[in-house]
């Protein structure tokens, strides 16, 4: 597991303690993939209800409060694939 994959494990782990109802995916373009379901978050690449992927810059600012997921959405900076309803509650826990 690279140090990017490794960061966002932990923070994401941090923001979702507990779990989620439901699963999801990030996709760091260049980097791998982060699963979040009720144990948590980890490092892989299962299916999931949705997949969100970012670059590693937009991931980062998401996680540290500086970009707002759904402004990332809407300026094509996230790419949302599946559930959106699934989307929106994670939006929430991140923010």
């Known amino acids: 597991m690279n140090d990017v994959i490794k960061a966002a494990v932990e923070a ?9 109802d439901g699963t999801a995916k990030f996709v760091i373009e260049g980097e791998g993939s982060i699963v979040i ?3 948590g ?3 892989g690449d299962d299916e999931t209800d949705v997949t ?8 980062e600012g998401m996680m540290n409060g500086d970009v707002n997921p759904t402004m990332a ?12 309803s699934a989307a ?8």
């Open 12 to 20: 994401l782990g941090t923001k979702v303690a507990g779990g989620i």
């Open 37 to 39: 379901d009720a144990d």
């Open 41 to 43: 978050a980890r490092a």
């Open 52 to 59: 969100l992927t970012a670059s590693a810059e937009t991931f």
């Open 73 to 84: 959405f809407m300026s094509g900076k996230l790419k949302i694939d599946g559930s959106m």
């Open 88 to 95: 929106m509650k994670l939006a929430s826990v991140l923010a």
